[in-house]
Nanobody, 127 residues
Framework: QVELVESGGGLVHTGGSLRLLCAAS????????MGWFRQAPGKEREFVAAISRSGDSRRYTDSVEGRFTISRDNAKNTVYLQMNSVKFEDTAVYYC????????????????????WGQGTQVTVSS
C-alpha cells in the first residue's frame, strides 16, 4: 500500500507562484511513476503533469505547459509541482497520484493508469 500526502497548497494571487509537494511512503519510490491531477468546482478531474520513475520523462497538459514544472527527488520520496504565473483558472484541488510500473521512462496521462491517490490540496488563485 502506498500513502501519498500532498502539501503546499493555499491562496496565491494571479501571476504568483506556489510549490506543491507530495510525499510517498509504503513502496520503493523508484518503482512509481507520478502524476498531478486537479479538479475545479463543478468540473471533472483533469490531468496536469506526469513524471517517469527516473525523472527523465515529463508530460504536461497544454494549459500549464511553460508555467508549471514537475520534478521528483527520489532520495526524499517526494514529487513536486512548481506553479508559476498562476491564473485564476488554476484554482482547483490538486491531487498527487502514483502508478506502479516496470517501465523506467513511462509517463501516464490517464487517471486509469494510477493505482494510488493522495487526499488533495486546495489551490486558490485570487486577483
Amino acid at each position: 500500500q502506498v500513502e501519498l500526502v500532498e502539501s503546499g497548497g493555499g491562496l496565491v494571487h494571479t501571476g504568483g507562484s506556489l510549490r506543491l509537494l507530495c510525499a510517498a511512503s509504503g513502496r520503493t519510490f523508484t518503482t512509481l511513476a507520478m502524476g498531478w491531477f486537479r479538479q475545479a468546482p463543478g468540473k471533472e478531474r483533469e490531468f496536469v503533469a506526469a513524471i517517469s520513475r527516473s525523472g527523465d520523462s515529463r508530460r504536461y497538459t497544454d494549459s500549464v505547459e511553460g508555467r508549471f514544472t514537475i520534478s521528483r527527488d527520489n532520495a526524499k520520496n517526494t514529487v513536486y509541482l512548481q506553479m508559476n504565473s498562476v491564473k485564476f483558472e488554476d484554482t482547483a484541488v490538486y491531487y498527487c497520484a502514483a502508478a506502479v510500473t516496470s517501465v523506467t521512462y513511462a509517463v501516464y496521462v490517464s487517471e486509469n493508469a494510477y493505482h494510488y491517490w493522495g487526499q488533495g490540496t486546495q489551490v486558490t488563485v485570487s486577483s
